[in-house]
């Protein structure tokens, strides 16, 4: 109870958006990702399936509602970087994981397996131990202070050395193991998402 006593005092009006805002944006990119395979389905069983080279999802609508969903998720986990932390926004991303494991398995009718539930719950205990430990984010004034730790020497070796990173595993490790190890694109996707997550951070703040 005192680390949730704590936890209310620290958090801002502006915390608190930001909180909605990601909690928002799980909820409509988890429910994507139902939407479109919804559509991908209705579609591939009127038409050539997309994993043969199809593109008859493209004139579904159900398919393009489930973009829309995506878009508009996307867009609210943007917006909340200009509210709160991004140790705060960022670990929430993974809740969309449990909405859709849980919509698949209602929806779809797919079953979650005893590890598919134990993932669930380590995303709501991680996600939940972040949020009530998140520490306070350095405050900033100007668009000149963005700068000035945009150019600082230990962050453009960080981005060097990650871009680095990013073209070796794309064009030496995914064409030989991007289909029979998913750590790589991982590996990719996460790389990719350290800078991301900085620079919207500081241009929303800016």
């Not at 509210?83 to 849980?102: D, E, Q, R, Y």
């Not at 000035?148 to 193991?177: C, N, R, S």
Request: hydrophobic share 50%.
């Amino acid at each position: 109870m005192a680390v949730v006593q704590k936890w209310r005092e620290g958090m801002s009006s502006d915390n608190v958006k930001g909180l909605v805002l990601a909690l928002s944006s799980s909820l409509f990119i988890g429910a994507s990702f139902i939407v479109k395979k919804k559509g991908l389905k209705k579609a591939g069983a009127s038409g050539i399936r997309a994993g043969v080279g199809g593109y008859s999802y493209l004139l579904e609508p159900l398919w393009w509602a489930g973009m829309i969903t995506m878009v508009v998720g996307e867009i609210a986990n943007f917006a909340a970087y200009a509210f709160a932390p991004a140790i705060l926004v960022t670990p929430l991303g993974a809740l969309s994981i449990i909405i859709s494991a849980v919509l698949a398995h209602i929806i779809l009718r797919e079953r979650l397996h005893t590890f598919g539930i134990l993932g669930c719950i380590l995303c709501v205990v991680g996600s939940t131990t972040i949020v009530l430990h998140a520490p306070q984010e350095r405050q900033i004034e100007s668009v000149t202070e963005v700068w000035d730790l945009a150019t600082e020497p230990g962050f453009l070796f960080y981005t060097a050395l990650v871009l680095t990173a990013v073209f070796i595993l794309i064009y030496q490790f995914v064409p030989q193991y991007g289909q029979t190890h998913i750590m790589v694109y991982i590996g990719v996707c996460s790389l990719v998402g350290s800078i991301s997550v900085c620079i919207s951070t500081r241009l929303l703040v800016a």
